[in-house]
């Protein structure tokens, strides 16, 4: 009886190892290890690593995210007291090789003159001047210095470009086409600011101080 009680437990005890070591399935599936590998999706596509390239995979870098940056974009335009000014609040910013200063000529208009443009000689300006007197405008200069205005034809000067605009109106009534306005003034020069690849953080912060900046105009590079 011992014998046989013995004899049980021995084989009893097989059948557990043997089930330990996966040799006999589960209970879920009934599958050993190569089966359930090969029921796996797109088996065909694993490959095992070696340690050496497991370890180099897992130690590289990840890839560093990208700012989206803009392409080139123009602010201006300024006196230079204004541009200082303005130059000093993008400062902390510190945008370095991303913004450049322009300098731009210009004129500050302090009048304007109502003119026909300058005539080829004094000979073609006297006669442009009987036609004014034939359509009853009395009220002109013909200049004759020399200037880019030589032969060219004043009928008004005006502090305003409104008066300057209404002169010109009425001229049109009596029959005179060829008249223009023409801003007066001195020569001055003006500053922007030119910015490339500044990321779209940069560019809002440079938008929220051109707001305080009324005449600032923002446009694309030429």
Do not use: H
Not at 67 to 75: H, P, Y
């Amino acid at each position: 009886m011992l014998k046989f009680i013995f004899w049980c437990l021995l084989c009893l005890n097989g059948v557990l190892l043997a089930y330990g070591q996966g040799m006999l399935g589960n209970f879920k599936g009934n599958e050993r290890e190569p089966a359930r590998i090969k029921n796996q999706l797109n088996i065909d596509r694993l490959a095992l690593l070696t340690a050496a390239p497991a370890a180099a995979v897992a130690a590289a870098p990840a890839a560093p995210a990208t700012a989206e940056t803009l392409a080139c974009f123009e602010i201006g335009s300024l006196a230079q007291a204004e541009a200082r000014r303005f130059e000093a609040r993008l400062s902390p910013l510190d945008l370095g090789e991303g913004m450049t200063r322009l300098a731009l000529a210009s004129t500050d208009v302090s009048s304007y003159m109502v003119i026909i443009p300058p005539q080829a000689s004094k000979e073609a300006a006297d006669k442009k001047a009987g036609e004014l007197k034939a359509l009853g405008v009395t009220n002109f200069f013909i200049m004759s210095d020399n200037s880019p205005l030589r032969w060219a034809i004043s009928l008004g000067v005006f502090k305003s470009e409104a008066a300057a605009q209404s002169l010109l109106a009425t001229l049109t009534k009596q029959g005179v086409s060829s008249a223009r306005i023409n801003p007066r003034g001195t020569q001055t020069t003006r500053l922007a600011f030119q910015f490339r690849g500044i990321d779209v953080a940069a560019k809002a912060k440079i938008d929220d101080i051109a707001e305080s900046f009324p005449a600032l105009k923002t446009r694309a590079c030429k």
